[in-house]
């Protein structure tokens, strides 16, 4: 009885190792539950518990990492049968560029990392004023975004801001800890500054991602099935993008200005001195033995964005291009020189393929389909505007190049049996591919780009947590929304 009794409590203690006992109890409470929903009530509703409780573990990302939790719930899917590992299997081959991308490209901009260092401190240090860093950022992250995979230039600025974390924590770390102390204070205020400016980029990507054909992956999708050209996406959905993207640029500076709960955080000037000195020492290296390391990265860094720019290949196939080429010329012959750069993706690759099994029980029970008929029993511009809404609410719960897939291919439907005409359906399209683009920024798990973010080594440094990110992207989200609502509604 005793050794039953040592054995349940070494069993407890390593369930979800030191997280919280109310955390272990709310996912024990989730396995339990589901089980009784599948055969009490049904796979259908079983399937909706599922999607909200695995929102539930993002949210507690700085509890606990998602995977075991998330992968816990994933697995119980299949054991119940409302999923199978074929279905993932689908899953992640359809997301196969995604996890291509996550392995190689966020590996290749570990190598590249020092010359992206000294051109965004450059940046940084040349602007004092923080509305008009957060401006620049988020103007310079949607034209990159615009072109370039947002996954990637969000791999390059948090590098960036980890960088300038680390460059104060080395001289920070040697003081005693002391709340009180103005040492702990500038490292609370640099904390604040850093989630505010890279919060500003990552809205910069989305902005920019709603632009061009080739921004966002639902664009290609939604452009190719309707057989639009570049200059034809633009014109079709410019007229909500561009309005959407200009309210966006111009709230940037205005959250910083007049101080919007969360924003408003300032780059105390001991850290700033450090980070300039930092920036002084790189530079002068550019004039001794460690230019060459600075060339041979400005040159690949030149190569990386012609070769996206003009997708020569798969976005994760170059960055393995990046990886091989630096390494060749810079004398990486060992196996430890690569471990390090590989760390900081594959966490998210494994939680990644966990939220496609979710997805495929999404997709095997059709939670979606009633939604969709519903939707289409609308008329006229309201139809429009509650397909936008709709697309952009389920976008927040789920992933937005799903759901868009899911719903430009009902709509195919609906026009194959001529329930409505040409012009219609590419309006249809638009709205689509819009709804799933702008309000998705209003949670992390809306997009690839802020989930990548909420679950990288940063977000803990930063106290960047589900919430924090949901607080300061609220006044972003509700502005762009209700722009994009009134575009569809009164200009489409």
Request: proline share 4%.
């Amino acid at each position: 009885m005793v050794r039953k009794k040592a054995m349940l409590r070494i069993v407890t203690s390593n369930f979800l190792g030191k997280t919280p006992l109310w955390y272990k109890r709310t996912i024990l409470g989730f396995l339990v539950l589901n089980p009784v929903v599948f055969f009490g009530v049904s796979h259908f509703a079983t399937g909706w518990l599922l999607l909200l409780e695995f929102i539930f573990t993002l949210a507690l990302a700085l509890q606990c990492y998602p995977i075991p939790a998330g992968g816990l719930l994933a697995l119980q899917a299949v054991v119940m049968g409302i999923t199978s590992p074929q279905s993932i299997y689908n899953e992640v081959v359809a997301n196969l560029p995604t996890l291509l991308l996550l392995i190689f490209m966020v590996a290749g901009i570990y190598y590249i990392k020092d010359i992206l260092f000294l051109l965004f401190t450059k940046l940084f240090i040349s602007v004092r004023k923080k509305y008009l860093v957060s401006f620049l950022f988020c103007v310079i992250s949607a034209g990159t975004a615009s072109f370039l995979d947002a996954l990637t230039l969000l791999a390059v600025l948090i590098a960036v801001c980890f960088n300038f974390f680390a460059i104060y924590h080395r001289v920070a770390s040697t003081y005693p800890v002391d709340p009180k102390s103005q040492t702990h204070q500038e490292f609370d205020e640099l904390r604040g500054f850093l989630r505010n400016l890279i919060m500003h980029s990552a809205v910069g990507t989305a902005l920019g991602g709603t632009l061009t054909l080739v921004g966002e992956p639902q664009n290609l999708m939604i452009g190719t099935k309707m057989g639009w050209s570049f200059v034809e996406f633009f014109k079709h959905c410019g007229v909500i993008a561009i309005p959407v993207a200009l309210v966006g640029f111009i709230t940037c500076p205005l959250l910083e200005i007049f101080r919007a709960p969360g924003f408003g955080y300032q780059m105390p000037e001991p850290i700033r001195e450090l980070i300039v000195a930092d920036y002084n020492a790189k530079a002068r290296e550019l004039a001794g033995p460690g230019m060459y390391k600075y060339i041979l990265q400005g040159i690949v860094g030149i190569l990386l964005i012609l070769a996206l720019g003009f997708h020569v290949a798969e976005v994760g196939l170059i960055g393995l291009a990046v990886i091989v080429l630096l390494s060749a010329f810079t004398g990486m012959t060992k196996e430890h020189d690569f471990s390090e750069a590989f760390t900081n993706a594959m966490p998210f690759v494994s939680l990644i393929t966990i939220f496609f099994a979710i997805l495929a029980v999404v997709h095997d029970q059709h939670l979606l389909t009633p939604v969709i008929t519903w939707v289409l029993t609308f008329r006229g511009q309201t139809q429009l505007l509650v397909l936008y809404g709709v697309n952009g609410l389920i976008s927040m719960m789920s992933d937005s190049v799903f759901v868009a897939s899911i719903f430009i291919a009902e709509a195919e439907k609906a026009f194959n049996r001529n329930a409505f005409d040409t012009d219609w359906y590419q309006k249809i399209a638009v709205v689509i591919n819009m709804g799933t683009n702008i309000p998705s920024v209003g949670t992390p798990n809306g997009t690839a780009g802020f989930l990548f973010l909420l679950t990288s080594p940063l977000a803990p440094l930063l106290h960047l947590s589900y919430m924090e990110m949901v607080k300061l992207m609220l006044p972003y989200f509700i502005v762009l929304s209700a722009t994009g609502a009134v575009m569809v509604y009164f200009f489409l």
